[in-house]
Nanobody
Framework: QVQPVESGGGLVQAGGSLRLSCEAS????????MGWFRQAPGKEREFVGH????????YYVDAVKGRFTISRDNAKNTVYLQMNSLKPEDTAVYYC????????????WGQGTQVTVSS
């Protein structure tokens, strides 16, 4: 079992940056893909991107490509979401989640961290 715990959210002005962290406790992380999701008020949760823990391959949705970067630190069992050039529409609760490399669904979820971007 993997238990992700997010941190690093806060309030930032448009154009600013934030880095979210997701520390994962539990088992063999190289067998997992770590994803970032977000949910804005009144909207459904949406996928932001993911990183494969074994080789560091990352993927991003178009809305954040070129602005957000996902990385990992194996020694710290931590995944990061670096967010640059933030926009008010990036305001949301951000979640970290884990799924097995062979899995199709994210089954381990963090509690979320609030990111608010002011205009």
């Amino acid at each position: 079992q993997v238990q992700p715990v997010e941190s690093g959210g806060g309030l930032v002005q448009a154009g600013g940056s934030l880095r979210l962290s997701c520390e994962a406790s539990g088992r063999t992380f190289s067998r997992y893909t770590m994803g970032w999701f977000r949910q804005a008020p009144g909207k459904e949760r949406e996928f932001v991107g993911h990183i494969m823990w074994n080789d560091g391959t990352a993927y991003y949705v178009d809305a954040v490509k070129g602005r957000f970067t996902i990385s990992r630190d194996n020694a710290k069992n931590t995944v990061y979401l670096q967010m640059n050039s933030l926009k008010p529409e990036d305001t949301a609760v951000y979640y970290c989640a884990a799924k097995a490399l062979s899995g199709t669904e994210y089954i381990y979820w963090g509690q979320g961290t609030q990111v608010t971007v002011s205009s």
